[in-house]
Nanobody, 124 residues
């Protein structure tokens, strides 16, 4: 089993930045690919970004590329999502997910484990 715990969400003003964290635990979690998804009110959960187990490869949704930055600290087994120049459309619950095959997929069904989510609310 892999446990994922997100943190760092909150209420911020448009244009500000925020860094989300996802701490992973579990015997093999350090070998997993990791992803971030988000779900806005009334919408489906959508892919945001993914990172390989080593942290050397990343992938982003077109809608966030250039503003979002995913990084991985392998020593701490923690994945971060830096969000810059926040927009009201970024308001959502952000979820961290682990993928045992390291696919760096943009599909929900490719991820085996999920965190409980952290709320990000952007006021304009």
């Amino acid at each position: 089993q892999v446990q994922l715990v997100e943190s760092g969400g909150g209420l911020v003003q448009a244009g500000e930045s925020l860094r989300l964290s996802c701490a992973a635990s579990g015997r093999t979690s350090k070998w997993y690919g990791m992803g971030w998804f988000r779900q806005a009110p009334g919408k489906e959960r959508e892919f945001v970004a993914a990172v390989s187990w080593s942290g050397d490869s990343t992938r982003y949704a077109d809608s966030v590329r250039g503003r979002f930055d995913i990084q991985r600290d392998t020593a701490k087994n923690t994945v971060y999502l830096q969000i810059n120049n926040l927009e009201s459309e970024d308001t959502a619950v952000y979820y961290c997910a682990a993928d045992s095959l390291g696919l760096m997929s943009d599909q929900l069904y490719d991820y085996n484990f999920w965190g409980q989510g952290t709320q990000v609310t952007v006021s304009s």
